[in-house]
């Protein structure tokens, strides 16, 4: 099996459908707010200061990464498009930032703690195992492959 058709390979199940739209949808929201300042967040420039504080520099760099990383992250996941590769890139993102921004907090939310990272990470890496499953531009491309 070439390369392209490992990557792509959607699968047949229904479950990852469920799991790709909420979590494209947070991913979308979440980079929005680092790169537009959509749903009340900082944008560019204030989640680059925030990077600088605590030391992901340069800051604006790291915070149009991350902000990218999200936004079109999350855009793929809904689509069902290269889900693998983007669910990498995602659980690469949120390692990040629980041991930059949420470790020291504990778990839980409340005290801004790594719990929701946590399920984002998981989320992303079951994606990534499970590839897009059905109703994805995957499963549509992997047809036409092997057609």
Known sequence: ???????????NDWSPLALRLPLGAIF???GAQKLFGS????????T????ESIGLTPGILMAAAAGSAEFFGGLLLIAGLLVRPSALVLAITMIVAILT??????LFMANNGYEFGLVLLAGSIALMV?????LSVDEVLGRRLNA
């Open 39 to 46: 749903f009340g967040g900082y944008g560019l420039e204030g």
């Open 101 to 106: 921004v949420h470790i020291g907090n504990g």
């Open 1 to 11: 099996m070439s390369t392209i058709k490992r990557v792509i390979e959607a699968g």
């Open 48 to 51: 680059g200061q925030f990077m």
């Open 130 to 134: 499970s590839g897009a499953g059905r």
């Open 28 to 30: 979308v929201a979440h």
